[in-house]
């Protein structure tokens, strides 16, 4: 299937072609403190990201009050948590939107957030969302993603853990209720992931397969896997974005922070340039050293009407004389007049 051209954020075009769209996921990295978040926002539109992107939830709707082993983390950073108490202490409290938004607005950064239920949705509805992400593990909440898919709104939608026909499912549901902009993240939800599970491969497969555009969600440590991932065609960057790891907190492992983000954003410009266009031709920068080619030249001075021989034409540098690949076009030819040792072999100087 081909790939669609691109989504649209705020009148910005995503997708092939256009530039890598980067965003701060700032999830619980603010640590309960509103300042911070704002101070975050001043420090990702900084260091060049597009956008900062939110998570819209509270422990009530994502889970219930409960000790019992279902309900309590084993292994990983969380270990022995409960879902309700970290997610106590990593949601975003709802009542900042607005004055985060007015930050935004004010930097001229994109804001957005991920809803986890029907409630968050709405609540983001009356905030004017521009656009959805959705979390990898809610990619098989069906009845979800056909309720944020009707607010007719572009929709960035993480795929770790999902197989291809689960993929399949939400993204026949997003279109099954009229929307076409979706595009989706390549994930690989391990915190933090680590380079060899990555499978950046999958990335153009994606593309191909459901004919989006597609990014990355990158939970490693380093910024090179994103950056190598733009040369794969990732058209979305999303790095988990915190002040400084020393800070702590649940995401603080697998975020990068303010100068590792600036360093990402000119790498994927960097990149983005060199991918350039397929081209067999010199380029600009080339031309001048066209003259170090190998060339035909007279290598001892030949008289008019003496043959030219290996002794006294050879193919060296510079490039001004005739290309090596008439060297036996040219020898047992005769000298159309005296020819100086020292000079670039054309044919007005071969007779016949």
């Not at 009148?11 to 101070?39: C, D, F, L, W």
């Not at 990149?271 to 080339?286: C, D, I, P, W």
Request: net charge negative; hydrophobic share 40%; with cysteine.
């Amino acid at each position: 299937m081909p790939t669609s051209g691109y989504i649209e954020i705020n009148g910005r075009r995503i997708g092939p072609g256009y530039p890598t769209y980067i965003v701060a996921e700032v999830s619980a990295n603010h640590h309960q403190r509103i300042e911070k978040a704002v101070e975050l926002l001043g420090l990702a539109k900084e260091a060049g990201a597009d956008a900062v992107k939110l998570q819209t939830y509270t422990p009530d709707t994502m889970t219930i009050d409960c000790d019992r082993p279902d309900f309590r983390i084993s292994g990983g950073l969380w270990d022995g948590r409960t879902l309700y108490d970290l997610y106590q202490e990593a949601h975003t409290p709802w009542d900042w939107h607005p004055r985060l938004q007015a930050e935004a607005d004010r930097l001229g950064i994109d804001l957005f957030s991920t809803p986890f239920d029907e409630t968050s949705v709405n609540f983001l509805e009356e905030h004017d969302a521009p656009v959805y992400k959705i979390a990898s593990f809610e990619v098989v909440d069906l009845p979800l993603l056909r309720k944020i898919a009707a607010t007719g709104k572009p929709i960035i939608m993480s795929t770790g853990m999902a197989s291809l026909a689960e993929i399949d499912e939400a993204v026949t549901a997003v279109r099954g209720a009229g929307n076409e902009q979706l595009a989706l993240l390549h994930c690989t939800s391990a915190y933090p992931a680590p380079p060899e599970e990555m499978n950046l491969r999958t990335i153009p497969h994606l593309a191909d397969a459901f004919g989006v555009p597609v990014g990355l969600s990158d939970h490693t440590l380093a910024s090179s896997v994103s950056v190598a991932s733009v040369a794969l065609g990732a058209c979305i960057i999303e790095k988990h974005f915190i002040g400084a790891r020393s800070e702590g907190g649940p995401d603080s492992a697998f975020s990068i922070e303010p100068h590792e983000l600036k360093g990402l954003v000119a790498d994927v410009r960097t990149v983005e340039k060199a991918l350039g266009r397929v081209q067999y031709s010199s380029t600009e920068g080339e031309e001048g050293n066209v003259k170090f080619r190998r060339s035909l030249y007279v290598v001892e001075d030949v008289s008019r009407g003496q043959v030219f021989t290996p002794a006294n034409v050879r193919s060296i540098r510079p490039g001004f004389g005739l290309p090596p690949k008439h060297y036996e076009d040219v020898l047992g030819r005769k000298a159309a007049r005296d020819v100086a040792r020292g000079t670039a072999l054309s044919w007005d100087l071969v007779s016949g």
